[in-house]
């Protein structure tokens, strides 16, 4: 793995740290327009539905609630404690789910349930027992055994009991936030969250005998050293969950108002930004975890590590999952869609979700739907976040077109990253090297060909280190 030094001495460091997206889409969220709304959707479900192999239905549900803000956080979510909320917001969902599911062709099964946030278990488990036996009512689940069905969960605010719960409801995978273990590091964020009570719950997810536990860290946040780090790293392996997500910190306080409550100052540069994950990696991968990609790592027999070697991983807006063969059907308040060749998105404030929901109307306020371009590039940059490289014959094959000459712009704006080494130009691949699985974001960029157009705008992406 690549030393941030050797990255220094280079002058790679400066030159890739710019803003630029996490492809957990292409074409990005930015670039959704209002022209898509609930008749587009709807085409887009009976398109999708005529496919002559039924696609399967992955779902996400979106409970924006949390008892207390985390300052670091971009996510769509309302900070309250009224327990109450939860109980209005799930009967408009309820509404949400009627609207939506008699669409789907009756032969299309889900394959994945994830419940997302804001925080989850804001909502008692017998809400989220009513959620799921809703759920199945209207669509059709399947039986299969990599059947998913999973919960982000904020270990603050969840008891062991409730866990056991959760199993007997159905849930077989669960994502804690942790983030740093380290003291300054948490209140720096307002996140105050002790070793014993993250070790718990994963104890309680093992107990109820859930297949998979993640455990979420962030690198980049402030007062975060190195020392710290490490000693965070420590208490998570001895933990040892089968999957660990470590995001960059994506410090855009003019978009997300809690991040204003962290002072500048205490931010790591992005030297020692870089130096945080390269630690990470190696640890990680040390202590037997498979580097998935970005910012994912798995155990070697866990089901993301091997749907990774054989080809089968996907990345979206829940990050990397083991079903690419899947429609993404978001349900509340901001949730996104892939439907076939279409993005969709639900309003992001609660008033307008639910001004929608009240007047019997699927909740769009936006979307797009892929050109043929649009699904070249897409096909690209998943190969690349999913496999760290690029399948230049395979895309030749896919699509009909010659490489080099489609993608001639590309490739001038790639050949400085070859010359500084983050690419390996081959005649059927295009691979990153491990300096560039450091930087995969720099690599898809030169293939986003929406990036051009939004030079001049206000800054709608995190800094790439």
């Known amino acids: ?63 924006p609630f949390c008892a207390s803000p985390c300052f670091y ?188 409550q962290i002072d500048d100052a205490d931010l790591p540069s992005p030297i020692d930004k870089l130096a945080l994950l390269v630690l990470a990696i190696r640890r990680l991968t040390a202590a037997g975890y498979v580097y998935i990609g970005m910012d994912h790592f798995a155990l070697p027999d866990d089901e993301l590590a091997r749907a990774q070697a054989r080809g089968g991983l996907h990345r979206n807006f829940m990050g990397y999952t083991t079903h690419a063969d899947s429609d993404l059907v978001g349900l509340g308040v901001s949730s996104i869609s892939h439907i076939g060749e279409t993005f969709s998105q639900n309003p992001r404030d609660l008033p307008s979700w639910e001004a929608a929901i009240d007047a019997g109307r699927l909740p769009v306020f936006r979307g797009l739907h892929l050109s043929e371009d649009d699904q070249l590039r897409a096909d690209l940059i998943q190969a690349l976040m999913c496999q760290g490289e690029i399948p230049v014959r395979a895309l030749e094959r896919r699509y009909g077109i010659d490489f080099a000459v489609y993608f001639d712009r590309a490739l001038d704006r790639l050949r400085p990253l070859e010359a500084d080494g983050l690419v390996r130009r081959e005649e059927a691949r295009i691979v990153a090297t491990p300096e560039g699985r450091l930087l995969l974001r720099n690599i898809a960029m030169c293939f986003d060909a929406y990036l051009d157009r939004a030079q001049g705008d206000a800054p709608r992406f995190s800094r790439a280190i």
């Open 73 to 260: 956080c971009g996510c769509n979510r309302i900070i309250t404690r009224d327990a109450s909320r939860g109980a209005t917001y799930l009967s408009r969902l309820y509404r949400e789910i009627e609207l939506v599911a008699p669409l789907f062709a009756a032969d299309r099964e889900a394959i994945q349930l994830h419940f997302g946030g804001g925080t989850p278990n804001f909502l008692a488990p017998a809400q989220l027992g009513d959620c799921v036996d809703t759920l199945r009512r209207h669509f059709r689940f399947t039986d299969a055994d990599d059947r998913d069905i999973s919960i982000e969960l904020d270990p603050r605010f969840v008891q062991p009991e409730g866990i056991a719960e959760l199993a007997r409801i159905g849930f077989n995978r669960a994502s804690l936030g942790v983030q740093d273990f380290d003291p300054a590091v948490q209140a720096a964020v307002n996140r105050i969250q002790s070793v014993e009570e993250t070790r718990a719950v994963v104890d309680a997810c093992r107990a109820g005998g859930f297949r998979s536990v993640n455990i979420d860290l962030i690198y980049g946040l402030p007062r975060q050293t190195l020392d710290g780090f490490a000693r965070t790293l420590d208490e998570v392996l001895a933990i040892r969950p089968e999957r660990l997500a470590v995001y960059s910190y994506a410090h855009l306080p003019a978009m997300f108002r809690p991040q204003r």
């Open 1 to 63: 793995m690549a030393l941030p030094d050797q990255l220094v001495e280079r002058g790679l460091l400066e030159r890739y740290s710019g803003p630029g997206p996490r492809y957990t889409s292409y074409p990005t969220a930015p670039q959704f327009h209002d022209g898509f709304g609930e008749a587009e959707l709807r085409a887009a479900i009976a398109a999708s539905n005529g496919d002559p192999i039924p696609r399967r239905l992955s779902i996400y549900v979106h409970v």
